[in-house]
T-cell receptor, first 113, second 113 residues
């Protein structure tokens, strides 16, 4: 079983809808939780990160972490066709290096006009 | 554009061969991370260097090695290549020694025939 589980999708939504993405994890040592966006044939790009539990908002994006349930979410409001991409959750623990990121499989999102 | 450069963009080689992938971090970044992305394994951490020293190691095969040079560029060497080594190889960089805020390059697509 992988330490980070993420549904690969694809997830198709109409323009303007809310996109809801999530990951579950098994390693309770994870303390940092990240969301990366990857467009086709490009490198991943950091959207936002959270330390420990709680919510964080940045424009149309909201990240939530529930450590008691080992569950993290990303919500994208007012989705646009330009949001069509693969969204990867990532996590890290202080065991080796905070920079040693453990990624989920990624969820492909398609926003249709 | 993240500011991280990787060469070459594409590499096609045969089984048993050896290749070198090159990465130049963003100006001012001291850490370089290497990741492998394949369809079956997703994005996996290989190794991290900070200011010339190895900082953290993932499930990197013994046939793979890396180094970071005094000018901070890094090279990933892959030898005795197998079909299963075909993947996208990403380099990322960060300012700090252990950072979750990593900036990814465009990747090198390796095809082993």
């Amino acid at each position: 079983q992988k330490e980070v589980e993420q549904d690969p999708g694809p997830l198709s939504v109409p323009e303007g809808a809310i996109v809801s993405l999530n990951c579950t994890y098994s390693n309770s040592a994870f303390q940092y939780f990240m969301w990366y966006r990857q467009y086709s044939r490009k490198g991943p790009e950091l959207l936002m990160y959270t330390y420990s539990s709680g919510n964080k908002e940045d424009g149309r994006f909201t990240a939530q972490v529930d450590k008691s349930s080992k569950y993290i979410s990303l919500f994208i409001r007012d989705s646009q066709p330009s949001d069509s991409a693969t969204y990867l959750c990532a996590m890290s623990a202080p065991t080796d290096s905070w920079g040693k990121l453990q990624f989920g499989a990624g969820t492909q999102v398609v926003v249709t006009p | 554009d993240s500011g991280v450069t990787q060469t070459p963009k594409h590499l096609i080689t045969a089984t048993g061969q050896r290749v070198t992938l090159r990465c130049s971090p963003r100006s001012g970044d001291l850490s370089v991370y290497w990741y492998q992305q394949s369809l079956d394994q997703g994005l996996q951490f290989l190794i991290q260097y900070y200011n010339g020293e190895e900082r953290a190691k993932g499930n990197i095969l013994e046939r793979f090695s890396a180094q970071q040079f005094p000018d901070l560029h890094s090279e990933l060497n892959l030898s005795s290549l197998e079909l299963g080594d075909s993947a996208l190889y990403f380099c990322a960089s960060s300012v700090a020694g252990e950072s979750v805020e990593q900036f990814f390059g465009p990747g090198t697509r390796l095809t082993v025939l």
